[in-house]
């Protein structure tokens, strides 16, 4: 088999190395020889991997010493290094060892390279925090290193097992006659499909196996011999366990499906390579540094796990950065198993019915449905299974290990390839399906100037978390007590609303019968969408009542951090966040509940425009009602649900009582985290670019007495404008006397911002008029269209530095991408950026159900200019905001600070937001004292317009011109930040 599929033009030299390395184990010295002489034929040049493969095999074989000498210089001749070998190939089990034989045969005096003296970032930013006469020890976590062993051993058991079963929040309620049935009736139908759907792979297998020319249809045979066959059974039962009602699309179960095969491989492959012994060691003296009553160091976590994987020597590679497979595979693969899943899943059509006809029915069906104006393949349960389903009721629920939150402190990122779990593969960098350039520009990355980013992103991961159990028990019974939409809390189906009653012909509904019941099944939908959400998050939640956890950190393309568990983490909504404490506690200090009151009111929204002092003073005059929101959530006079985030609100209104009603305030214990919300962030960081005065005062960045509001400024600019148009006759400014506020205009005054297109801002001022009840309809197209442009206009007029910049950016990705490149550019931060916007025929995947169109992953794709210019100024905004709080954060550890953040919403304990905010300020004056802007025109000059060439082309020149066009900059003076009392709202 592997004789033929060698011979073919897709393999490219990690193809062949894959097949190299499990002939070596075998030791079968002659196939290694085959393959090598297969890569000459094919025209492909052997790299290290396939020396260290044929070496390992020769390790394995004595009396070889001509054949290691012959290979040796080959090695040699195509440019490589014997130290090499051992400085940048990753091996498992025993490899390395018996490389090193091989090479000692012929060499009996060679030593292993020294390993390499770590780098320090040269970033002028963390010269302080890299200095190692100012290193300080990490700061501890309130865990013994016994209380942390047990801990990795918990969560080791989890990943090993890949999934996880947990009780759902609703299995409090009583068990009915009526689901014990179908319990009954759903094992019998799961103990059938899970032999017929075996049956369906094993015959699936045996016909790949028996064809005797390469295709498409029997590549995926090895991927299907990767583990028993009972796993892919249990993978394709798991999928159709969680299906909606409504179904599923196509595209998105049969990736599901492939990278649900994925990862159990990868956890296989690791168990089986030797690195779960290896990895027992490091952890276990890694957690030394975070324990309580560990050995003081002074080394950061990515320094330390580095240090100790060096003194660990031989054995397996943690990093098995060559094994993931491509997005075209996981569809492929998805696709054959959802055809199998569909074929072979069948049920009596008399199940519940007795009196039908007993014949066998398919439990899922193919349908087709439009979404949007596309046409979309649906994988549809039957009724029938899904009304046993309902009955059933059931009260477990499984997910993948890696959407629990960590029940011990993460694996440190020490590369783009290894970090967060232990056996679970996980990448540094989030990007869209199919895209390959981000892991391809990290690659090429010294891994040096990453050390900042992933040093940031181990400090969030290393809070630890605890669940807030009083309010966690109110949301759970609201939520088994159908639910309550003005709270957030989604109703169960059974509030659906009831479509129309229908005739026994649905062709013959009226245009209003069919619009009703259009309706009422996009309501079910969204319900139950809502529903199986939030009870997701809740489980979730529920599970780890008990426990400490953590959530494992990494980002997307632009460099904003992410929690890597998908439901459950402090990224979510209200009632999420409500339900989240510190596990680490801090007493409050003199000043902490003070910040626990001026924190409620933030929460309410009802001050945002008045001082700290008097956010402070009404919170203290509604004392009663702070108290009786805390001693009666659901009984008493609820003055917590009228606000803005009512849960977050109760939850703060518990702690202030606690901490009021204790014997001293200042020493009482508190987990609670204090939120600084960044006072419009976006704007903010235009106005330091440009240091433009007019912006800096809008937003915040200039000392005042009061709050200042961007968005009530605006609104009375646009009114402005609105009122002369008025004067002048201007009908449509005449209707919109009265109607324009600061909540119409903030959604649009915000996006702006981050690239909203005129038209995205007619959309969202018409969303805000229809939301006032006295608006005339008939001018709601007229008035969003005059109003957007006021809008636009206003900024304008108050951020003129701002648009600049937004036009020069805007401008420079136009011409770059006409030029057929994308935009690229690196943070200050050292993090390398590109745009993933491309404009490519989609490649067509073919299968018996549908032809799906995926996107394609070649590297001649042409950029999306229409993306790619409007996609900039935003992108690079976003990218200075996370460098910005990644910074904070650093200078926060060294601080000794317990810090995390939602994108530029920071958070803390009590007792150091002054000193979180010091933090913050001093890091933001220090970002923007760089020459961001001058280093941006200079490292795409250096980039898009440097060339060799004696002439240059027209388009060069336009561009060189453009990028050196850099916008001058206004009389604002940075330091003025550090005296700022609102640069959070």
């Known amino acids: 088999m592997y004789h033929r599929s060698a011979k073919r033009k897709v393999l490219n030299v990690s193809a062949y190395n894959i097949v190299m390395r499990s002939w070596a184990r075998k030791g079968r010295l002659q196939r290694i020889n085959y393959l090598f002489s297969m890569l000459e034929s094919a025209g492909l040049q052997p790299n290290l991997d396939s020396y260290a493969a044929a070496l390992e095999c020769l390790g394995r074989n004595p009396f070889c010493t001509k054949s290691i000498r012959r290979y040796l210089q080959q090695l040699q ?452 969408s809502l529903r199986v959400d939030a009870l997701y998050k809740l489980s979730i939640a529920n599970y780890v009542r008990d426990r400490v956890f953590w959530f494992p950190h990494n980002m997307d393309f632009r460099g904003r951090t992410y929690p890597c568990p998908p439901y459950f983490n402090h990224l979510g909504n209200d009632v999420i966040r409500a339900i989240l404490l510190f596990a680490e506690g801090r007493p409050l200090g003199p000043k902490g509940l003070d910040w626990l009151k001026i924190h409620l009111i933030n929460l309410t929204g009802l001050k945002k425009k008045n001082p700290l002092q008097e956010r402070l003073e009404y919170a203290n005059e509604i004392m009663e009602e702070i108290l009786d929101s805390a001693d009666h959530p659901l009984t008493g006079r609820k003055w917590w649900m009228n606000t803005d985030e009512p849960w977050q609100a109760l939850a703060c209104c518990m702690e202030i009582t606690k901490a009021s009603r204790s014997p001293d305030p200042a020493a009482y214990i508190s987990h609670f985290p204090i939120h600084q919300d960044g006072s419009c962030n976006g704007l903010q960081h235009y106005a330091a670019l440009g240091r433009d005065l007019i912006g800096a005062i809008s937003v915040n960045l200039m000392p005042c007495d009061v709050p200042q509001d961007v968005y009530s400024a605006v609104a009375q600019q646009v009114e402005e404008f609105r009122r002369k148009d008025a004067e002048h006759g201007v009908k449509i400014a005449q209707v919109l006397q009265g109607f324009i506020s600061r909540k119409v205009v903030k959604q649009t005054v915000m996006t702006v911002v981050y690239g909203v297109t005129r038209y995205g801002g007619r959309l969202q001022m018409e969303k805000r008029l229809k939301e006032i009840d006295d608006f005339p309809e008939e001018y709601l197209w007229e008035a969003s269209h005059y109003l957007v442009k006021q809008v636009f206009n206003s900024i304008k007029e108050m951020f003129s530095a701002t648009r600049d910049i937004q036009n020069w950016l805007t401008e420079s990705a136009k011409l770059i991408a006409q030029s057929g490149q994308t935009v690229e550019w690196v943070t200050p931060l050292g993090l390398p950026i590109v745009q993933p916007y491309y404009r490519s025929r989609p490649t067509v995947l073919n299968c018996s159900m549908q032809n799906l169109s995926v996107k394609s992953t070649h590297s001649n794709q042409k950029p999306d200019t229409v993306k790619q210019k409007n996609a900039f100024p935003p992108n690079f905004i976003h990218s200075l905001d996370s460098t910005h709080m990644m910074l904070t954060a650093l200078h926060c550890l060294r601080q000794g600070l317990t810090f995390v953040s939602v994108h530029d919403c920071y958070w803390t304990h009590a007792v150091t937001v002054d000193v979180m905010n010091q933090v913050c300020r001093q890091q933001f004056v220090a970002l923007h004292s760089e020459k961001i802007l001058q280093d941006l025109s200079k490292f795409m000059l250096e980039k898009y317009c440097s060339s060799d060439r004696e002439t240059t082309a027209p388009w060069q020149k336009k561009l060189m011109e453009q990028l050196s066009n850099v916008p001058k900059t206004g009389e604002f003076n940075l330091q003025n930040v550090m005296d700022s009392t609102y640069f959070f709202s």
Not at 124 to 141: A, C, G, H, I, N
Request: charged share 20%; net charge neutral.
């Open 77 to 528: 001749h195509d440019g490589f290094h014997v130290d090499e070998l051992f400085q940048k190939c990753l091996f498992e089990e025993d490899e390395k060892e018996k490389v090193l034989k091989a090479v000692r045969m012929v060499h009996p005096n060679y030593q292993l390279p020294p390993a390499p003296s770590p780098q320090t970032c040269s970033s002028s930013l963390l010269q302080d925090f890299y200095s190692r006469e100012k290193m300080v020890p990490y700061p501890k976590l309130d865990f013994s290193v016994q209380e942390l062993q047990e801990c990795f051993q918990k969560q080791l058991e989890l990943e090993m097992n890949n999934t996880i079963t947990i009780e759902s929040v609703e299995s409090s309620k009583p068990l009915t006659p009526q689901a014990i049935k179908a319990r009954k009736l759903l094992a019998t139908l799961r103990s059938q499909w899970h032999d017929s759907i075996l049956q369906a792979l094993q015959k699936s297998k045996y016909t790949m196996s028996k064809l005797k020319t390469a295709s498409k249809y029997n590549e995926l045979y090895p991927y299907l011999c990767l583990m028993p066959g009972e796993e892919y059974v249990g993978i394709m039962l798991e999928v159709l366990n969680t299906l909606s009602p409504q179904g599923e699309s196509l595209s998105v179960l049969a990736k599901e499906l492939g990278t649900k095969v994925y990862n159990r491989y990868i956890t296989r492959r690791k168990l089986c390579s030797g690195q779960l012994e290896k990895l027992r060691v490091v952890y276990g003296g890694y957690i030394q540094l975070l324990a309580k009553d560990g050995q003081p160091a002074k080394y950061l976590p990515r320094e330390y796990w580095e240090k100790l994987v060096a003194e660990a020597g031989f054995g397996p590679s943690l990093d098995l950065k060559n094994c993931s497979w491509s997005y075209m595979l996981l569809m492929r693969l998805g696709m054959h198993m959802l055809e199998l899943l569909v074929q072979a899943v069948k049920m009596p059509r008399n199940i519940l019915s007795p009196r039908l006809e007993p014949r066998l029915i398919p439990a899922l069906y193919h349908i087709y449905s439009f979404r949007s104006s596309s046409q979309i393949g649906l994988i549809k349960p039957h009724p029938i299974f899904c009304q046993i389903m309902s009955d059933a009721a059931e009260t477990t629920l499984t997910f993948n290990s890696s959407a629990i939150p960590m029940l011990c402190p993460p694996v440190p990122w020490t590369s783009p390839h290894f970090g967060a779990f232990f056996l679970n593969d996980t990448n540094l960098m989030r990007f869209v399906d199919g895209a390959i350039q981000h892991q391809l520009l990290l690659e090429q990355c010294p891994l040096v100037n990453l050390h900042p980013v992933l040093d940031a992103l181990n400090q969030l991961g290393n809070c630890a978390w605890k669940i807030n159990q009083p309010v966690l028990d109110i949301i759970i019974s609201i939520f088994n007590d159908k639910g309550n939409e003005k709270l957030d809390i989604p109703p169960p189906m059974s509030e659906a609303p009831k479509p129309p009653a229908l005739p026994g012909n649905l062709s013959a509904l009226d245009k209003a019968q069919r619009h009703e019941l259009l309706l009422c099944k996009k309501k079910a939908a969204e319900m139950h």
